[in-house]
């Protein structure tokens, strides 16, 4: 298994729509998380990070589920600019900032 | 503050030969990273450093070298370029207060190794 697993997509969604995304992890000790933001052909960029059940910052909700190992992105009222790939990300525990990356789930919004 | 930068931005080489992928932060960051990027692939950390003077190899360390000579600076250097080399390098930054701290990543290099 590998230690963090996104559904690849691609997820292509209407404005206005919610949409959420899946990410499971294979590390139990695994204390934070994070979901990081791609624009093609750019870096990435931290979007949210989750430390404990739960994350929210305005239209995007970040929650965790400790005993499935499972991290989910819901974005509400998408916009065009949310089109991207969004990178699950679980640092690996006690390997000072080493992180581990998920391949993307990558989103396109349409009008 | 320029935050992270990278040089260059594209390069192809032809197998077998040597560069050196410059990485540069202003930000006083202990920490600094190398990640290689590949289509449907995670990134990959390659090598690492958690201070001047300090590395350590990262997933997929064959073929890179690296060394800090001071905080802000972390070349990459590729020995005997290879066709398995091209891929888009990100360098990225952060603090060392805590796991949780986030790492800022340079705009990345694009190489391409023929």
């Known amino acids: 298994r590998k230690e963090v697993e996104q559904d690849p997509g691609p997820f292509n969604v209407p404005e206005g729509a919610t949409v959420a995304f899946n990410c499971t992890y294979s590390?139990?000790?695994?204390?934070?998380f994070f979901w990081y933001r791609q624009d093609c052909r750019k870096e990435p960029k931290l979007l949210m990070s989750v430390y404990s059940s739960g994350n929210e910052d305005g239209r995007f909700t970040a929650q965790l589920n400790r005993a499935s190992q499972y991290i989910s992105l819901l974005i509400r009222d998408s916009k065009l600019s949310d089109s991207a790939t969004y990178l699950c990300?679980?640092?690996?525990?006690?390997?000072?900032?080493?992180?581990?990356f998920g391949a993307g789930t990558r989103l396109a919004v349409h009008p | 503050n320029a935050g992270v930068t990278q040089t260059p931005k594209f390069q192809v080489l032809k197998t077998g030969q040597s560069m050196t992928l410059q990485c540069a932060q202003d930000?006083?960051?202990?920490?600094m990273s190398w990640y290689r990027q590949d289509p449907g692939m995670g990134l990959r950390l390659i090598h690492y450093s958690v201070g001047a003077g300090i590395t350590d190899q990262g997933e997929v360390p064959n073929g890179y070298n690296v060394s800090r000579s001071t905080t802000e600076d972390f070349p990459l250097r590729l020995l005997s370029a290879a066709p398995s080399q091209t891929s888009v390098y990100f360098c990225?930054?952060?603090?060392?207060?805590?796991?949780?701290?986030?790492?800022?990543f340079g705009p990345g290099t694009r190489l391409t190794v023929l």
């Open positions: 590390n139990s000790a695994s204390q934070s």
């Open positions: 990225a930054s952060s603090g060392m207060r805590r796991e949780s701290d986030e790492q800022f």
């Open positions: 930000m006083n960051h202990e920490y």
């Open positions: 990300v679980v640092p690996e525990t006690g390997g000072y900032n080493k992180l581990i």
